[in-house]
Nanobody, 126 residues
Framework: QVPLVESGGGLVQAGKSLRVSCGAS????????IGWFRQAPGKEREFVAA?????????DYADSVKGRFAISKDNALNVVYLQMNSLKPEDTALYSC??????????????????WGQGTQVIVSS
């Protein structure tokens, strides 16, 4: 088991920044892939970003957030961060982190992740 807890969501104006966090327990985040996914009302869940094992040198981003979002980790604190800059109203969604085991590459499919947090709501006003 890898219990995950997200925090840091909230209401922010378009163009501003917000950082959400994913805290893990039960297993070191250096040994799993951590992904961020989001789901807006009426839409399917979509991949946002993910960070690989160890120091997290391997990262992947959805095209819609590339250049605006940055994923990072603090192994000592067992926390993964998603820094979101230049936010847009279309970034409004429930953001969830998930943990999965390394299978040779970062998986953008939610089915590749085994443990999920409850999510944190991000609302971007125009």
């Amino acid at each position: 088991q890898v219990p995950l807890v997200e925090s840091g969501g909230g209401l922010v104006q378009a163009g501003k920044s917000l950082r959400v966090s994913c805290g893990a327990s039960g297993r070191a985040i250096s040994t799993v892939v951590i992904g961020w996914f989001r789901q807006a009302p009426g839409k399917e869940r979509e991949f946002v970003a993910a960070i690989g094992l160890g120091s997290g040198s391997i990262k992947d981003y959805a095209d819609s957030v590339k250049g605006r979002f940055a994923i990072s980790k603090d192994n000592a604190l067992n926390v993964v961060y998603l820094q979101m800059n230049s936010l847009k109203p279309e970034d409004t969604a429930l953001y969830s982190c998930a943990a999965g085991f390394w299978r040779g590459s970062i998986d953008r499919d939610a089915k590749g992740y085994d443990y999920w947090g409850q999510g944190t709501q991000v609302i971007v006003s125009s």
